[in-house]
């Protein structure tokens, strides 16, 4: 069974750092690309940030560039977003999810990022 579990979410002020985890569980992690998306409140899904299934390659969107960092440890099974100079339209809940078959095909259950004073 496929299991993709995030953590590492929460509340910051603004300029601050959080950094989120996603333990994957079930599946050949090392073999497929994998994904940040996230959801504000009372908006859509937005992708965040991509990165291939090696961790040679990359992709952010253009909200997120030059803050927000991906990245995958192969033999823990964990893929890392390490987000810093956190603004307050950052806030919104975080999913990790997998890329497979040109499809983003299991999501986790999401983590809480909250960036107030």
């Known amino acids: 069974e496929v299991q993709l579990v995030e953590s590492g979410g929460g509340l910051v002020q603004p300029g601050g750092s959080l950094r989120l985890s996603c333990a994957a569980s079930?599946?050949?992690?090392?073999?497929?690309?994998m994904s940040w998306v996230r959801q504000a409140p009372g908006k859509g899904l937005e992708w965040v940030s991509g990165?291939?299934?090696?961790?040679?390659?990359?992709g952010y969107a253009g909200s997120v560039k030059g803050r927000f960092t991906i990245s995958r440890d192969n033999a823990k099974n964990t893929l890392y977003l390490q987000m810093d100079s956190l603004k307050p339209e950052d806030t919104a809940v975080y999913y990790c999810?997998?890329?497979?078959?040109?499809?983003?095909?299991?999501w986790g259950q999401g983590t809480q990022v909250t960036v107030s004073s």
């Open positions: 999810t997998r890329y497979y078959g040109d499809e983003f095909d299991y």
């Open positions: 990165i291939n299934s090696g961790g040679g390659s990359t």
């Open positions: 079930g599946f050949t992690f090392s073999d497929v690309a």
